[in-house]
């Protein structure tokens, strides 16, 4: 096992993995920026290096600062979290060079699923089902329109580069194709420096539903089930569930199969996630993720598994020591995104906190780099703490969750916990029948 791992990474993330090093008797070296001096992951960590000015291109993203820290600290493994340097190959690459172990996927399979084409095209080797679309990237307008004409009218035009929603263009109907592919290629090519675009059905109302993975270095690949992940608003994710509200557990088992058999024979390792459109009761693969999400928890919660564990062991060459069958599902977890934003207008609100109160009790995890005082610095995403619940069923989960908003308390900046509180009671989010649209307009008719 490794004696000491670099976390390339800050915030609630970089904490969460010092925990489970430390758990493991791991020392850990923290990274920081010239901002995140006095930071919460900069004050637990064994160990920290300063690795540049605020800016994340000079720091979090400085490759050579975070090689050299590693070496000067004699770290043997790097934890790059979620965000930043996580889905980047050549980091990957370079880190292995430099000796070290990267504690995430092989660069060529970070590579692959990061070309959403590339990721598209496996899965359809190995059975797992898609979207209808273009079999590959898209030569010409003409084979656009032939393609949307066979599948039918509504289409998207989606960056092969792209993923997260940037550089997408639907098509209502043909007289809007030859636009969408025009923006949709301006766009790769301004935003990716790649103008390959591929083209799908649009799937007019789907619901956003993940399941996560592991594999080790042995040939063995298993499932954790999956998280539904509906409720977000411009791409950014609010509240996320496990399992999903509209699953039932042979659709699970069915999917989970699957995809485990598919990424056994392309001997994927460590830890990822496989994003499905989900709608009128069919799956529809779309992107695959090569990192730790941010919404782990919920998943943690009801598998009772510690997944950054067991990243950390299989990046260590140690096998999984169970099979599918051993894991069990256990309840229903919920996480709230609680983000430094106006809880109406989402103008980011960074500053000091003056008083941070995390909730507690049965069932209530906080993952947070908070503390009373804490200035959150203005440069970085604003994702403050996550609030996780877990209870036997979805609606005791929900009530812990009403219960756990009401205890948290994190004064001095704004923050979305009205929004999450008003989610929360709402009678349509506790139905649990909603599509990915469902939170812009509950948004929308909260602005009045
Ligand atoms: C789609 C889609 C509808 N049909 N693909 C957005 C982010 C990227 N990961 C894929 N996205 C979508 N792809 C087809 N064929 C709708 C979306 C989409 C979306 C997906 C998941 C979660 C939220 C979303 C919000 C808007 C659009």
Redesign the pocket.
């Known amino acids: 096992m490794f004696g000491k791992v670099l976390i390339a990474n800050r915030g609630e993330i970089a904490l969460r993995v010092h925990r489970a090093c430390q758990e493991m008797g791991i020392r850990t070296v923290a990274v920081h920026s010239t901002a995140d001096a006095t930071a919460m992951h900069v004050r637990l960590a064994d160990e920290s290096v300063c690795i540049g000015p605020p800016p994340a291109r000079d720091s979090y993203l400085n490759v050579a600062a975070i090689l050299s820290a590693a070496t000067i600290t004699g770290a043997d493994a790097v934890h790059p979290g979620y965000g930043f340097l996580s889905e980047n190959a050549r980091f990957a690459e370079m880190v292995e060079a430099h000796g070290l172990k990267f504690i995430g996927p092989s660069p060529d399979h970070i590579r692959m699923m990061g070309d959403k084409i590339a990721a598209k095209d496996a899965m359809r080797r190995l059975d797992v089902p898609l ?1 209808p ?1 273009s079999p590959g990237a898209l030569d010409s307008l003409d084979e656009a329109r032939a393609i949307a004409e066979q599948i039918m009218y509504p289409v ?1 035009i ?1 960056a092969a580069a792209g ?3 940037r550089g ?1 263009k639907v098509a209502r109907d043909a007289s809007e194709i030859e636009e969408a592919w025009r923006v949709a290629r301006t766009e790769a090519k301004s935003a990716f420096g790649d103008d390959s675009v591929y083209l ?5 109302r ?1 619901r ?1 539903i993940e399941l996560q993975v592991l594999a080790d270095n042995h040939g063995n690949v298993v499932h954790f089930g999956e998280r539904d ?2 409720l ?1 608003r411009r ?1 950014q994710k609010l509240v996320e569930e496990a399992g999903s509200p509209v699953l039932t557990a042979a659709d699970r088992e069915a999917l989970g199969a699957r995809v485990t058999a598919g990424l056994s024979k392309i001997g994927y390792r460590n830890a990822g996630t496989l ?1 499905f ?1 989900w709608q009128d009761g069919q799956f ?1 693969f ?2 695959m993720n090569t990192r730790l999400q941010v919404e782990h928890p919920v998943t943690e919660m009801v598998a009772g598994i510690d997944l950054v564990k067991e990243q950390i062991r299989i990046a260590a060459g140690e096998p999984l020591g169970y099979t599918q069958t051993d894991i069990r599902f256990n309840g229903h977890a919920i996480e709230c995104r609680i983000t430094a934003e106006d809880p109406e207008t989402f103008a980011p609100s960074p500053g000091r906190v003056n008083t941070y109160h995390a909730p507690g009790g049965l069932g209530v995890r906080v993952d947070s780099a908070l503390y009373s005082g804490y200035t959150v610095p203005p440069h970085y995403d604003s994702l403050v703490a996550k609030l996780i619940v877990h209870a036997p069923s979805r609606p005791e989960a929900i009530a812990r969750m009403r219960r756990a908003l009401n205890e948290m308390v994190v004064a001095g900046i704004r923050t979305t916990l009205p929004l999450h509180q008003a989610v929360m009671d709402d009678a349509e989010f506790q139905s649990g029948d909603y599509t ?2 469902w939170l812009e307009r509950f948004v929308a008719s909260r602005q009045g």
């Open positions: 979207v679309g998207l989606k993923g997260g929603g997408m799908e059905k649009y799937l007019d789907p956003h992940c509906s977000q791409h994003e459109l529809a779309i992107e990915i649209h």
